[in-house]
């Protein structure tokens, strides 16, 4: 399974996360960063490179997460969800802002409407863990459609 977990979510990890994995998992495991990185794989100077790098290859966070799961499998796999869960927030964060800004483009009251219970579908698809994350924001979505409703609905009289 671990290769195959590897493989999978390797592309999912940023720069950052390879780093925190490395320095948080790899080396608290094995006291320095030389033992860390001759457990993953990868150079000595690899981690050193990680400040002034665009990208890591995802071969080096293939085996820097494969690492990571051999060492100490419970928090590399905390660590992995929480970040995957913050991506997730993140996502679904610009997907209320992107139908709360179609809404506010709208000429009339049904269509917002539309775009509201469209939202609403969605957070309760999708919200879930996530609802705590966007709740502030799909709140004020909520308030800016149902003004821009009223707003449009005293228009149309």
């Known amino acids: 399974m671990n290769k195959r977990f590897s493989r ?3 592309s999912y990890l940023s720069k950052g996360d390879v780093r925190r994995l490395f320095y948080d998992v ?6 320095s960063v030389e033992a860390a990185s001759r457990a993953a794989g990868i150079s000595r100077k690899t981690p050193y490179n990680l400040d002034t790098v665009r990208d890591v290859r995802h071969s080096t ?8 799961y051999e060492a100490d499998p419970l928090s590399t796999l905390r660590f992995l969800v929480k970040a995957l869960r913050s991506r997730a927030g993140e996502a679904l964060f610009t997907l209320i802002d992107y139908i709360k800004t179609e809404a506010l483009r709208c000429r009339d009251s ?3 409407e539309r775009h509201a219970r469209l939202l609403e579908e969605i957070l309760e698809e999708l919200g879930g863990p996530l609802r705590d994350e966007v709740e502030i924001e799909a709140e004020d979505a909520y308030q800016l459609l149902s003004q821009k ?4 609905k005293a228009g149309e009289q």
């Open 26 to 31: 790899l080396v608290k495991k094995y006291g």
């Open 149 to 152: 409703s009223a707003k449009l």
């Open 8 to 10: 999978r979510f390797a």
């Open 61 to 68: 966070k293939v085996k820097v997460l494969q690492a990571a």
């Open 110 to 112: 049904r269509e917002v």
